[in-house]
Structures are given as C-alpha cells and as structure tokens.
C-alpha cells in the first residue's frame, strides 16, 4: 500500500497510468463519508492518457486521523502530497468535500492547477439551519458511528437521488459500511472542517484562470444546482452540466453520464500546446 506524508498526517493513495514523466497529472478527491473508491468508474478512463492519483481525504478510507483542520489547510497539505510524488502541477477532480478542496488550492496555489472538475460542490457558506443540523450529526457520529437507521433516514437522500436509491440500493448499503469502518474522530474532525469551519470562496472564484467543467445532479439535496451554477458563473469560460436522476453522488450514481462530460473535457484541458 501506498502512503504520502503531509501536515495532517499520512494519507493512503492509488496511482495509475503511472509511466512516461511528460504524462499529464490528474488527481481525485472525494467527498465526505466517502473514499477514493468513489472514483473507480472514472480512475480507467483517465488512466488512458494521464497518471491518475487518487488520494483518500485526511480521516477517511485507510489515511490517518488529522489534526483539527480547515479547508485551506488541506489544500496546503495536498500540496505537500504532490511535492513528495514529484507533481509540478495536475487537473484537479473533486467531488463535494474535494471540491471545495479543490477551489482553494486554484486559489492558494494557482500555479499548480491546470484544469478543474468540480462535482456536486459548493463555493458558500452552509445555511445555518444546515449548520445547526450537521453539527448534530458531527457529533452523534463521533460517539455512536452511522447506524442504518439513521443512514435510511437522514442521510439517504442526501447522498442520493429517489431513483438511485430504488433500483440500486447497494449503493447506500456499501455507502453505510464504508463510513461505518472509517474512524470516528477522523470523519467527525473533517466534518467540522467541510460543514463548520468552511469559509466562502464564491466571491473570489473569478480570480480562477484554469479551465473547469462544473457538474452537478438535478437531484443534488447536498448542494442544489443553484450552487454549481453559481460557481460556473464565476469562473471565467466555465462549463456547467447537470445530470438527470442524479444526486449529490454523480460519480457511483451516472458514471457513464459523468465520464461522458469529464474524459473529454480533461482529454482537451491537459493537451500539449
């Protein structure tokens, strides 16, 4: 297995397309009670042309527990990631949590992006009922863990749109074990980062000069299409696509569909100039 050390602390990775030094970089960053895996239908496709680095979040999967943390300093420790793994710069996915990751580090560290996807994310601050409710959660969940109960009726549709949860309800199952296995401190600390701590960054984003494709689900109850919107209208040339019968999880819901927007926009992004 494969760790990367950075400020807040070691963090588990998965590299493919691995080869030729000239190779464009793309990294993958998952959203919140999720893992890298979340990205295995897109890791193949991207693999053909570029080396993909898929990262697990700080707490989340098989990385340590961070310290208490903010979004900017994971931007800044995945900075460290690339400087360990020799990454001069890469195109940047990320999905809710790594979205907002993702933001911060064209912001932090321009130089350093060369094209983002931005998935099912958001650019503001929470609503405060939001906040008050996700706090809640926070800290249930670092005593007593995800219980299915609370998973089917709290979470469920959150995560994922009506129709996915009818006719794939494997994927919130195997969604409650994963988080369920993941340490508690580590999913309660980035919790508290990505719901509490998050600043907003929606007034900056026009300072972005890097291509970005940003997508969405129609059925995104996490963050509403409102807020890609929002997000495609302040970055300069950004293209914004939104997926039917999708939730806030577009990369295990519509693979197919996502893929059909992020391979080629990415192919085109990192093409030699």
Same mark, same amino acid.
């Given at each position: 297995?494969?760790?990367?050390?950075?400020?807040? /602390?070691?963090?588990?990775?998965?590299?493919?397309?691995?080869?030729?030094?000239?190779?464009?970089?793309?990294?993958?960053?998952?959203?919140?009670?999720?893992? =890298? =895996?979340?990205?295995?239908?897109?890791?193949?496709?991207?693999?053909?042309?570029?080396?993909? +680095?898929?990262?697990?979040?700080? =707490?989340?999967?098989? *990385?340590?527990?961070?310290?208490?943390? !903010?979004?900017? &300093?994971?931007?800044?420790?995945?900075? &460290?990631? #690339?400087?360990?793994?020799?990454?001069?710069?890469?195109?940047?996915?990320?999905? *809710?949590?790594?979205?907002?990751?993702?933001?911060?580090?064209? %912001?932090?560290?321009?130089?350093?992006?060369?094209?983002?996807?931005?998935?099912? !994310?958001?650019?503001?601050?929470?609503?405060?009922?939001?906040?008050?409710?996700?706090?809640? #959660?926070?800290?249930?969940?670092?005593? #007593?863990? %995800?219980?299915?109960?609370?998973? &089917?009726?709290?979470?469920?549709?959150?995560?994922?749109?009506?129709? !996915?949860?009818?006719?794939?309800?494997? %994927?919130?199952? $195997?969604?409650?074990?994963?988080?369920? /296995?993941?340490?508690?401190?580590?999913?309660?600390?980035?919790?508290?980062?990505?719901?509490? $701590?998050?600043?907003?960054?929606? *007034?900056?984003?026009?300072?972005?000069?890097?291509?970005?494709?940003?997508?969405?689900?129609?059925?995104?109850?996490? !963050?509403?299409?409102?807020?890609?919107?929002?997000?495609?209208?302040?970055?300069?040339?950004?293209?914004?696509? +939104?997926?039917?019968?999708?939730?806030?999880?577009?990369?295990?819901? $519509?693979?197919?569909?996502?893929?059909?927007? %992020?391979?080629? #926009? +990415?192919?085109?992004?990192? $093409?030699? *100039?």
């Amino acid at each position: 297995m494969a760790y990367v050390r950075t400020r807040l /602390g070691r963090w588990f990775y998965e590299e493919r397309g691995e080869g030729a030094a000239e190779r464009p970089v793309v990294a993958l960053l998952h959203g919140l009670l999720f893992d =890298g =895996g979340m990205f295995r239908a897109q890791v193949e496709p991207l693999a053909a042309f570029a080396r993909v +680095l898929v990262f697990d979040g700080p =707490g989340h999967g098989k *990385s340590e527990v961070p310290p208490p943390f !903010t979004l900017e &300093d994971h931007a800044d420790a995945l900075m &460290d990631a #690339f400087d360990a793994l020799d990454v001069r710069a890469a195109a940047l996915v990320g999905l *809710s949590w790594g979205g907002m990751v993702a933001m911060r580090v064209a %912001l932090r560290h321009p130089e350093r992006v060369r094209a983002l996807a931005l998935l099912d !994310t958001s650019a503001e601050l929470e609503e405060p009922a939001r906040r008050v409710k996700y706090r809640l #959660f926070a800290s249930f969940g670092r005593r #007593f863990g %995800l219980p299915k109960a609370l998973v &089917d009726h709290q979470l469920a549709r959150v995560f994922f749109a009506d129709r !996915t949860l009818r006719e794939r309800p494997e %994927l919130l199952d $195997r969604f409650t074990r994963a988080a369920n /296995g993941f340490p508690r401190e580590g999913l309660a600390r980035a919790a508290i980062a990505v719901l509490m $701590r998050k600043t907003e960054v929606l *007034s900056r984003l026009g300072a972005i000069r890097a291509p970005t494709l940003v997508l969405t689900g129609r059925e995104d109850h996490a !963050t509403e299409p409102p807020y890609a919107e929002r997000i495609a209208a302040g970055i300069a040339g950004a293209r914004l696509v +939104l997926v039917d019968d999708c939730g806030h999880s577009s990369t295990v819901e $519509r693979p197919d569909e996502v893929n059909a927007a %992020l391979v080629p #926009f +990415l192919r085109e992004a990192l $093409r030699p *100039s």
